[in-house]
């Protein structure tokens, strides 16, 4: 009953961060303000609002003018859900939980939008400073990541600040490891999907970070 619960919660979060990903980069609010369709504009009535289940049930299109939802939307519920229990039944360390939790948000924006919301970053950074001791490590990904703002080091900012929020839960050995999975990922779906357009490298931070911790080859710091 307990993990039901938890499941539940989960899924509301997951429900928000798909909130998040659509307003912030509209400058609307993520409090105030009704949920509707993107594409009738028809406001949302509560039965489908419900988390997982309002989008599966209507086969993932909207009840009233028929147009697509994204699966973003039911993947952010689902897997938010999941990590929600993962960490209830502590097979993940706070460290890990928060980091997953934001890499989920982060590869929605990045995959979505192209975007890096350093303010979420930010508030996710403060409360691992705020929760977890520092190592020098971090000093080290944040200076690359200042470097890449002002150089164009063919590398984007976010993804060095997204090592400096996983050096909380990662060694430098696993680090490195976990960006070799990375880029021979990424060079996969790229020969596969033949794109010549830059592609979002969170995503395949995140999926290399999860083949090291369900590998159990995470070594803590
Ligand atoms: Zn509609």
Same mark, same amino acid.
């Given at each position: 009953?307990?993990?039901?619960?938890?499941?539940?919660?989960?899924? !509301?979060?997951?429900?928000?961060?798909?909130?998040?990903?659509?307003?912030?980069?509209?400058?609307?609010?993520?409090?105030?303000?009704?949920?509707?369709?993107?594409?009738?504009?028809?406001?949302?009535?509560?039965?489908?609002? !419900?988390?997982?289940?309002?989008?599966?049930?209507?086969?993932?299109?909207?009840? $009233?003018?028929?147009?697509?939802?994204?699966?973003?939307? =039911?993947? &952010?519920?689902?897997?938010?859900?999941?990590?929600?229990? &993962? *960490?209830? =039944?502590?097979? &993940?360390?706070?460290?890990?939980?928060?980091?997953? !939790?934001?890499?989920?948000? &982060?590869?929605?924006?990045?995959?979505?939008?192209?975007?890096?919301?350093? =303010?979420?970053?930010?508030? #996710?950074?403060?409360?691992?400073?705020?929760?977890?001791?520092?190592?020098?490590?971090?000093? #080290?990904?944040?200076?690359?990541?200042?470097? *890449?703002?002002?150089?164009?080091?063919? =590398?984007?900012?976010?993804?060095?600040?997204?090592? #400096?929020? *996983?050096?909380?839960?990662?060694?430098?050995?696993?680090?490195?490891?976990?960006?070799?999975?990375?880029?021979?990922?990424?060079?996969? $779906?790229?020969?596969?999907?033949?794109?010549?357009?830059?592609?979002?490298? !969170?995503?395949?931070?995140?999926?290399?970070?999860?083949?090291?911790? #369900?590998?159990?080859?995470?070594?803590?710091?």
């Amino acid at each position: 009953m307990d993990i039901l619960f938890i499941f539940l919660i989960g899924s !509301i979060f997951g429900s928000f961060f798909g909130l998040i990903v659509d307003r912030i980069p509209l400058r609307k609010s993520i409090i105030f303000g009704r949920s509707h369709c993107d594409s009738c504009q028809q406001l949302l009535a509560y039965r489908d609002l !419900i988390p997982i289940f309002s989008q599966i049930s209507s086969g993932s299109h909207c009840r $009233y003018c028929k147009s697509k939802i994204p699966y973003l939307y =039911v993947f &952010l519920e689902f897997s938010s859900a999941l990590i929600f229990v &993962l *960490a209830w =039944v502590n097979y &993940l360390k706070p460290s890990q939980f928060l980091l997953i !939790i934001l890499s989920l948000i &982060l590869s929605a924006f990045d995959y979505r939008q192209h975007s890096f919301p350093f =303010v979420i970053w930010f508030i #996710f950074a403060l409360s691992f400073i705020l929760i977890f001791p520092l190592s020098p490590l971090f000093y #080290f990904w944040l200076i690359l990541a200042v470097l *890449a703002e002002k150089f164009n080091l063919r =590398v984007g900012s976010g993804d060095f600040l997204w090592f #400096f929020t *996983a050096s909380f839960s990662l060694t430098f050995l696993n680090e490195m490891l976990l960006l070799q999975i990375a880029c021979s990922l990424g060079i996969i $779906y790229y020969l596969i999907t033949k794109k010549r357009v830059e592609i979002a490298f !969170i995503p395949f931070l995140t999926i290399a970070y999860l083949m090291l911790l #369900f590998g159990h080859q995470i070594l803590s710091p």
